[in-house]
Antibody
């Protein structure tokens, strides 16, 4: 069964750092671009970062550029999001998602909640 | 780009049909046939139910259908069932490797 499982969320202080992980299984992870998608309370979805299948190309939403870093370990089928200089507005459920050409996401994880509060 | 516009809520009785709209611009929905729809039961993983405007992934019931006219895409759920009660999000390719989402529609089955 194809699956994405996120971990690493929790309660963090403003200005702090954390690393999210997304464990992939059931498919050839290294074949796909991967995204992190944020779902803030009461808001819609927003992609925050994406990475190419080989890890050589990464992009970020304006709201996180310079603070978040996406990476992947294809040998261990894991996607990461290093989050630093946390702000209250980063509070959200973060989903990892598998991207397909045409800009859709055919596999999602259930997400991990990041709460930024003092 | 701004988020796509969806109604915050929609409802229907079991067996009825309901349509959810997703309005964008000529730079996203109107420019590309790359609109997708996701069903999200809170606490679970979002599920792709429509991609490339009208296509259904394997396993998605044909009660779910998608369409597009101009800058507005629509998801129609026919023969509503209680398990269809969920949040629904649209998204569209917006050029330059950018994807934007709608704000979501909460579908209630009365």
């Amino acid at each position: 069964e194809m699956q994405l499982v996120e971990s690493g969320g929790g309660l963090f202080q403003p200005g702090g750092s954390l690393r999210l992980s997304c464990a992939a299984s059931g498919f050839t992870f290294s074949n796909y671009w991967m995204y992190w998608v944020r779902h803030a309370p009461g808001e819609g979805l927003l992609w925050v970062s994406r990475i190419s299948n080989d890890g050589n190309t990464a992009s970020y939403a304006d709201s996180v550029r310079g603070r978040f870093t996406i990476s992947r370990d294809n040998a261990n089928n894991t996607l990461y999001l290093q989050m630093s200089s946390l702000r209250a507005e980063d509070t959200a459920v973060f989903h990892c998602a598998r991207a397909r050409s045409g800009g859709y996401f055919d596999l999602w994880g259930r997400g991990t909640l990041v709460t930024v509060s003092s | 780009q701004s988020a796509l516009t969806q109604p915050p809520s929609a409802s229907g009785s079991p067996g009825q049909s309901v349509a959810i709209s997703c309005t964008g611009t000529s730079s996203d929905v109107g420019a590309y046939d790359f609109v997708s729809w996701y069903q999200h039961h809170p606490g679970k993983a979002p599920k792709l139910i429509i991609y490339e405007v009208t296509k259904r992934p394997s396993g998605v019931p044909d009660r779910f259908s998608g369409s597009k006219s101009g800058n507005t895409a629509s998801l129609t759920v026919s023969g509503l069932q209680t398990e269809d009660e969920a949040d629904y999000y649209c998204s569209s390719y917006a050029g330059s490797n950018n994807v934007i989402f709608g704000g979501g529609t909460k579908l209630t089955v009365l």
